[in-house]
């Protein structure tokens, strides 16, 4: 399969998460500052998601970029990925009403855990089909930032249990972690072309 359409719907899906989320955010019936209040947690939450939502496909995008074709392997891997990016309206919603409680930010640092999982599966997928010396390997290198993030998701789902406030901090510090656009597949794939 060509993947461009691997990449199409993929684009399609991540919309609809994004929209679902947005449709999860309530205004409130009052027109006061008071009012919007009480929807602040439920919109920083909608935010954070976004973002990841927005990292996932921006890299998702980059790391198609670098792959030759989609062979049934990677297009598995890739609904894995997406079913664990579709769960990020639920705990996004989950979190946000409940005001960051321990079990909902523990569900939410789960879903982060199992969609880095997710996407380092479907990375190695591509470097499996593509050769050790693929521009997606040499690109990715040691992987500094995707070994480190599920760490942090790991503590922070233990630690929501006691300090959600830390867990909240440590989700945030991943995602501005990524938010700098990760420029290593562009830098290699323009080096493979002056070649």
């Keep these: ?5 691997l990449e199409a719907f993929s684009d399609g899906v991540l919309a609809i998460i ?20 009480t929807v602040a947690v439920p919109f920083v939450s909608y935010v954070l998601s976004f973002i990841y939502v927005g990292i996932y496909w921006n890299n998702h995008h980059h790391m198609l970029h670098a792959a030759k ?23 996004t919603d989950w979190m946000g009403a409940s005001h960051w ?8 640092g ?4 199992m969609a880095a999982l997710a996407y380092w599966i479907l990375q190695q997928t591509i470097i499996r089909q593509d050769g050790t010396n693929s521009v997606l390997q040499r690109a990715v290198g040691s992987d500094l930032k995707g070994k480190l ?16 406030l830390i867990s909240a901090v440590l ?21 493979a072309d002056h070649r």
Excluded: C
């Excluded at 009052?30 to 919007?36: K, M, R, V």
């Excluded at 789960?110 to 855990?113: G, H």
């Design 1 to 5: 399969m060509h993947k461009a359409r």
């Design 69 to 91: 074709i989609a062979t049934g392997p990677v297009l598995w891997a890739n609904l894995h990925l997406l079913f664990w990016l579709s769960l990020f309206p639920f705990v």
């Design 101 to 108: 409680s321990p079990l909902p930010t523990a569900a939410y």
């Design 149 to 164: 993030s599920p760490l942090f998701y790991l503590t922070g789902i233990g630690v929501s249990f006691w300090q959600p």
């Design 110 to 113: 789960a879903v982060l855990l």
């Design 171 to 191: 989700y945030v510090a991943v995602a501005l972690v990524w938010l700098v656009p990760d420029r290593r597949i562009e830098r290699v794939l323009a080096e």
């Design 18 to 37: 994004i929209t679902i989320m947005v449709l999860e955010l309530h205004a409130p019936h009052e027109g006061t500052l008071e009012a919007l209040k």
